[in-house]
């Protein structure tokens, strides 16, 4: 039986970055980058997958990360892996695998890097995403909660982003998150009969989760739910009061940033405790939340570590790049080429050839037009390969030993010069 022809696509819920589209994304990395090491960030990355355990035991059995979105499978020696979902557990299990305990404390952290999440896909949410995060291991003080959220305000004013509002909450502590949970699940079974399914299937195992639920009902509801602030220890309440003092004093670097105490924002992974925060634009039709975070001091710990604390946030680049699109905060094009070759006759290709190879030489950007198509057809070609030159050679140039050289992007005579490559180099780039 024959083949039958199938036409490929992306599987739902990924997509390609084209070439039109690496100049932004490009500016938003480097732009990550350049941030995180104005900190004294440095980079790492971890393995695109990791035992499956990893996950179950950091991120939490009972979140819906664990429960419906992760992509586990058996390899050949039958270990269950999973393709990473989030970039925290990664990074704090390599602290610990590599004792980066030994190293100067907080030791810091960035990673760009994609997540694989089965989740539903829409604007600004895939099942391969990626994401620039930072973590800070090893210091419990609110300063370095404040120096976590001021990178955030950094890397937005960077990009141009303008009308971001940070929400901010404390969670507690455990010891404490356990009263306050048990409180919910009393108050949000008074109303059981009110709640969406969804709700209810997570008021016993996740009654947290309630808080920060997307259905109009619930969240009508959680507006008189129990605050966890009303449930923080001392030395949490101590740490939430310190932080909003480094916050309001970050107002006079960046006068425009602006904080709100959210009494319904958690977040959806167990290792949280005390700060968590989310960035979100304040403008109408913007996503959801721009990339968020908070302290989980818990996690080294339960991962077989010693009991370190640690913060951190991670922020979704596709949906950096969609509000970016939206309020057109960053202008970036590609930088044209310097020259594209233009060459008829077999002497002629010949010698375009080797002449490109040495101005690459030169640090020139040169393209070879297709070998074997006319003069005019050529010259079509190098007027849409956004370059400032057409450099042109047939057998007349190489008979009288010059090249010629025509501007492209901007009006000017053709020249001819020195069939040899400072000339050209020197014509073509006028900075060498």
Known sequence: MADQQQNFRAPRGVDDILPDDQTLWNAVKS????????F???????PVFEHTGLFRRGVGDETDIVQKEM????????????????????????????????????????????????????????????????????????????EIIEIGLRYITALGLSDVTVRINSIGDPATRTG????????????AND?????????????????DSKEPATQK??????????????????????????????????????????HTLVRGLDYYNRTVFEFEPSTEGSQTSLFGGGRYDPLIGILGGNDTPGVGFGSGIERIILEIQRQESLKVANPPLNAVMVHVG????????????????????????????????????????????????????????????????FDGEQLSVDLEVAAIAKTVCPIL
């Open 195 to 211: 709640l969406p399914k969804v709700d209810r299937d997570r008021l016993d195992r996740a009654p947290l989760r309630l808080l």
């Open 346 to 409: 077999d002497n002629a290709t010949n010698r375009a050839a080797a002449l490109a190879a040495e101005l690459r030489n030169y640090g020139i950007s040169i393209l070879m037009a297709p070998a074997g198509k006319s003069m005019r057809a050529q010259m079509r070609y190098a007027n849409r390969a956004n370059a400032n030159y057409a450099i042109i050679i047939g057998n007349r140039e190489i008979e009288q030993n010059v090249a010629a050289i025509k501007p492209l992007q």
């Open 40 to 46: 004294g960030y440095q980079q790492i990355d971890t």
């Open 71 to 146: 992509y586990s499978f058996k390899d050949l020696g039958g270990d269950s892996l999973t393709l990473r979902p989030e970039g925290t557990a990664p990074v704090c299990r390599s602290y610990i695998e590599h004792g980066m305990h030994n190293l100067p404390q907080p030791v810091r952290l960035f990673y760009i890097a994609p997540m694989f999440r089965y989740d539903r896909p829409q604007a600004g949410r895939y099942r391969q995403h990626h994401q620039f995060g930072c973590e800070a291991i090893g210091d419990p003080s609110p300063t370095i909660d404040a």
């Open 221 to 262: 509801l959680s507006a008189n739910a129990p605050k966890s602030l009303d449930y923080l220890s001392d030395d949490a309440k101590n740490h939430w009061e310190s932080l909003l003092t480094l916050l309001d004093g970050l107002k006079t670097a960046y006068p425009n940033f602006n904080y709100r105490i959210d």
């Open 180 to 191: 306050h949970a048990d409180d919910l699940r009393a108050y949000f079974t008074r109303y």
């Open 31 to 38: 732009t990550a980058i350049q941030t995180a090491r104005q």
